[in-house]
């Protein structure tokens, strides 16, 4: 399928969102990362698979905005031990692509590999990131953020960061 130019702007423009927003969470930027969600986001990590529905499936994080906003300002108390020394992350995303898109929201999908060092060891996480953005203004948002890990069926160490 030939993609038109305002097709390749909306990529780009998707693609440099989804950067950011790892590169704020690798430089622990928190605050800022909270920014790009929508006021109705949510953010799931589904435990077990894929994850089709989180009302009624084990999840590891499956939190509303407020949540979000709440595991942050616990986040900045410094008392999250699991965090001091805070682990040191680095993400590689690729495979950015635009599943479908009209005027309210975009859905879009991309893998990632997130490697944290901290003085417990080092661990790689492996997955495949589902979004759901829309449009606030000129500002892209997120309304969904669903992290599936590709070892989400094992026992996991802490992920006291935001993955």
């Not at 993609?3 to 998707?14: F, G, I, R, S, T």
């Not at 622990?28 to 009624?56: S, V």
């Not at 495979?95 to 997130?114: F, G, K, P, Q, T």
């Not at 944290?116 to 997120?142: I, K, P, Q």
């Amino acid at each position: 399928m030939a993609w038109d130019a305002k097709q390749q702007d909306l990529l780009n423009e998707v693609t440099q969102f989804i950067y950011r927003e790892a590169r704020l969470q690798d430089d622990h930027e928190y605050d800022a990362w909270e920014a790009l969600w929508a006021d109705d986001g949510i953010y799931w990590i589904p435990a077990n698979g894929e994850g089709t529905d989180p009302e009624n499936e084990m999840s590891i994080i499956y939190d509303n905005r407020s949540r979000i906003g709440l595991r942050i300002r616990q986040f900045h108390t410094g008392k999250r031990l699991s965090q001091t020394p805070r682990s040191r992350l680095r993400r590689i995303v690729s495979n950015v692509e635009i599943l479908e898109h009209d005027a309210a929201e975009i859905r879009v999908s991309a893998n990632a590999m997130v490697f944290e060092s901290h003085t417990r060891g080092d661990t790689v996480w492996a997955s495949r990131n589902e979004y759901r953005l829309r449009r606030e203004g000129d500002d892209l948002r997120m309304v969904l953020k669903k992290v599936i890990l590709v070892n989400n069926d094992t026992a996991l160490y802490s992920m006291a960061f935001l993955i």
